[in-house]
Each structure stands twice: as structure tokens, then as C-alpha cells.
């Protein structure tokens, strides 16, 4: 009886410290998630602000949330199924004041964000500021995890940035009065080099693995259509700012190959948003889609006023629709976006899926 009863206490002792090895290496091996940029990623910091460019009313959010959540989108956003990819939770905003829990990662992204402070100012939380609240992050975790555990989370995280075309749609519809100096190629090289800036500096504290977007056709969105329609009497896109899309995506991946061979370490994704949002617009049904130019919730021309978005001018089925409001994405848009991002080809996604690149040392 004794001999059985230490049989049975040795076995649960070996159980309960395969558990605790279990535990112990998924820890280790978790990649966090730390989210930079604009509309397209933020998941409801600009609640937080008195006068930030807001999503917090229906019918944002109401697909899948059921309330508005600050989401520029009727669902979830591209980081939020990354998240759900690389099995981990939704990751919260930075300014929640219920975020007590941040070592699986933080979303600093702002709507109305862009890669120059000067870009909607006031209204909005630039990279610039976007960084300083991950440099309080990296002292928190210090504190919580104590630094040689923090060193290793920062080295296995990804860093996902979206951001530059409210830079860019700033600069084509203000150039006489805000930006009378600049070329587009000077302009283009200011953005590019805050974004590079960025990303140094979070290379510096310990960043090794960084997934970027380039920027879609944004000149070709309802809302920069109905704008060129307003002023210009245009019936399409507004070349202005597709052009300074394509210069932008041009010079990111030269720049991206130039922090490789710079940075120790320094490993990256670049997804092609351009190619991948423009096949859509250009052909919907083959992505299923019926609508590709007109968006879901709006009014005006391509409903594409932003502030016209409510209960009242919302489409009877969101699914059928590329866009939701005059820019950002539907739920199921964005979804087919981070599928692309996380185990896309290289035809779409380069020199590393998401997917491939969480997996380098």
C-alpha cells in the first residue's frame, strides 16, 4: 500500500513538472506583438484623447464587437488577426487604462497618424510620440520581467508598422499652404526617413523582427475619389497621391534593404498593400466582392464622406464591400489582407511571410 501510494505521488510529481516545463517554454518561446501607424492598426487609442480623429460610434465595430471600439473598420483589423495567427490574445491599446498586461505586446497606433509630427497635429499620436510610449513599455517590462527576460522578449517580438498615407494625403491636398517647398521626392525621403528613424531606434533597444505594409492605392479610395470629384471635377482616382504611394513603396524597400545589410540582426517582411488592394478595387468579384469603389457606410459621391458614416447610411450587406467608410477596409477586406501578410507567396509578401519570419532566430 505505501509502495503504491509513493508510485502514485511520483507520478504526479513528474506530471505536475512536465506542466511547469510545458509552461515554462511556451513562455519562452511567445512572440509579442508591438503595433505602430495609423488608421489601419489602431484599435481604439484615440478614445483616450479629447481631440484625436475618432471611431468610437456605430456601426463601427458592430460586425464583430457588437459596439464600437475605436476600430476604423465594421470589425477587426489586420492586427488583430495577425494576433489570432500567432496565437495570442487581441493586443490592447496603450492608453487603456485597463491595459495591466502587456508582455504578450501593445497597440501604439493612432487614427490619423503619419510618419511627420506635423501630420494632423493635435489630433492624433505621431510615430514620433508613438515611440516614446514604447520606450516607457521596454521600462515597464524591465521592472515587471527584469532585463534579461525583457531582452529576449523584445528580440522575438514583431513590430508591425502601417503608416505614411496620411502624410501623403496631407501633402496633396495642402501642398500650397502647408508644403509649398517640397518636391515629391523630398517629401518622400522626409517620411521615409522618420519611418527608418523609427525603426533604428527600436533595433537599438533590442527589436529584431519587423513587418511592414506598404501603402495601398489610396489615391483610389471612395474618399479621394469623391474629393477629386469635388475639386478638380475628376471622376477617378487622385493621381497626386497615387503617385506619391508608388515613390513611397518604391523607397521603402530600397530603404528596407539598407537597414539588412546595416542592422545586426535586423530581419523584415514588406507586404505588398499596393498590389494586393488595387487587384481588389480593379476586380472585386474575383475576391468576393461586389463593390470595390463605393464604400459601405458614407454619403456624397462613392459615399465617400467620411463624416456622413452612421447607422442610417450603412449598407445592407457589408460583405459585399471592399471599403467600409471613404478609406479604411471592411472586416473581411482586412482579413484577406493578413492572410496575405502571415503565409502569403513571395510574390505578395517579401523576403519573409510573417508566418517565416516569427520562426528566425
Known amino acids: 500500500m505505501e509502495s503504491e501510494r509513493f508510485s502514485n505521488f511520483s507520478f504526479f510529481l513528474v506530471l505536475f513538472a512536465s506542466l511547469l516545463v510545458a509552461t515554462s517554454c511556451r513562455g519562452h518561446s511567445r512572440n509579442a506583438l508591438f503595433i505602430f501607424g495609423g488608421s489601419w492598426n489602431d484599435?481604439?487609442?484615440?478614445?483616450?484623447?479629447?481631440?484625436?480623429?475618432?471611431?468610437?460610434?456605430l456601426?463601427?465595430?458592430?460586425?464583430?464587437?457588437?459596439?464600437?471600439?475605436?476600430?476604423?473598420?465594421?470589425?477587426?483589423?489586420?492586427?488583430?488577426?495577425?494576433?489570432?495567427?500567432?496565437?495570442?490574445?487581441?493586443?490592447?491599446?496603450?492608453?487603456?487604462?485597463?491595459?495591466?498586461?502587456?508582455?504578450?505586446?501593445?497597440?501604439?497606433?493612432?487614427?490619423?497618424?503619419?510618419?511627420?509630427?506635423?501630420?494632423?497635429?493635435?489630433?492624433?499620436?505621431?510615430?514620433?510620440?508613438?515611440?516614446?510610449?514604447?520606450?516607457?513599455?521596454?521600462?515597464?517590462?524591465?521592472?515587471?520581467?527584469?532585463?534579461?527576460?525583457t531582452k529576449t522578449l523584445l528580440?522575438?517580438?514583431?513590430?508591425?508598422?502601417?503608416?505614411?498615407?496620411?502624410?501623403y494625403i496631407t501633402f496633396a491636398t495642402h501642398k500650397t499652404t502647408e508644403h509649398p517647398s517640397y518636391t515629391r521626392e523630398e517629401y518622400v525621403k522626409t517620411v521615409i526617413g522618420n519611418l527608418t528613424d523609427a525603426v533604428q531606434e527600436i533595433h537599438n533597444m533590442g527589436g529584431r523582427k519587423f513587418g511592414f505594409s506598404n501603402l495601398g492605392d489610396v489615391g483610389c479610395s471612395p474618399f479621394l475619389r469623391a474629393l477629386n470629384n469635388a475639386k478638380n471635377n475628376g471622376s477617378g482616382c487622385m493621381d497626386e497621391v497615387t503617385v506619391l504611394a508608388e515613390l513611397h513603396n518604391k523607397a521603402l524597400a530600397k530603404a528596407l534593404r539598407k537597414l539588412e545589410r546595416k542592422l545586426e540582426g535586423f530581419k523584415y517582411s514588406n507586404f505588398n498593400l499596393f498590389v494586393a488592394s488595387k487587384?481588389?478595387?480593379d476586380n472585386p468579384s474575383k475576391y468576393g466582392f461586389k463593390e470595390g469603389k463605393v464604400a459601405c457606410c458614407g454619403t456624397g459621391p462613392y459615399k465617400?464622406?467620411?463624416?456622413?458614416?452612421?447607422?442610417?447610411?450603412?449598407?445592407?450587406n457589408v460583405n459585399d464591400y471592399l471599403f467600409f467608410d471613404g478609406v479604411h477596409p471592411t472586416e473581411k477586406a482586412n482579413y484577406q489582407f493578413a492572410k496575405l501578410m502571415w503565409s502569403g507567396r513571395a510574390d505578395i509578401v517579401k523576403p519573409y511571410n510573417l508566418k517565416t519570419l516569427l520562426k528566425k532566430i
Open 155 to 167: 528580440s522575438r517580438a514583431l513590430y508591425m508598422f502601417n503608416i505614411g498615407s496620411n502624410d
Open 43 to 57: 484599435v481604439g487609442n484615440n478614445n483616450y484623447m479629447e481631440t484625436a480623429i475618432k471611431a468610437n460610434f
Open 59 to 149: 456601426p463601427y465595430g458592430k460586425t464583430f464587437f457588437k459596439n464600437a471600439t475605436g476600430r476604423a473598420s465594421n470589425g477587426r483589423l489586420v492586427p488583430d488577426f495577425i494576433a489570432g495567427f500567432a496565437k495570442l490574445p487581441l493586443i490592447p491599446p496603450y492608453l487603456s487604462p485597463d491595459n495591466n498586461e502587456f508582455t504578450n505586446g501593445l497597440n501604439f497606433a493612432s487614427v490619423g497618424a503619419g510618419a511627420l509630427t506635423e501630420t494632423n497635429v493635435g489630433k492624433t499620436i505621431s510615430l514620433k510620440t508613438q515611440l516614446s510610449f514604447f520606450k516607457f513599455t521596454k521600462n515597464h517590462l524591465n521592472v515587471k520581467l527584469g532585463e534579461a527576460k
Open 279 to 281: 487587384e481588389r478595387v
Open 304 to 316: 465617400g464622406n467620411l463624416t456622413g458614416c452612421c447607422p442610417k447610411t450603412v449598407c445592407d
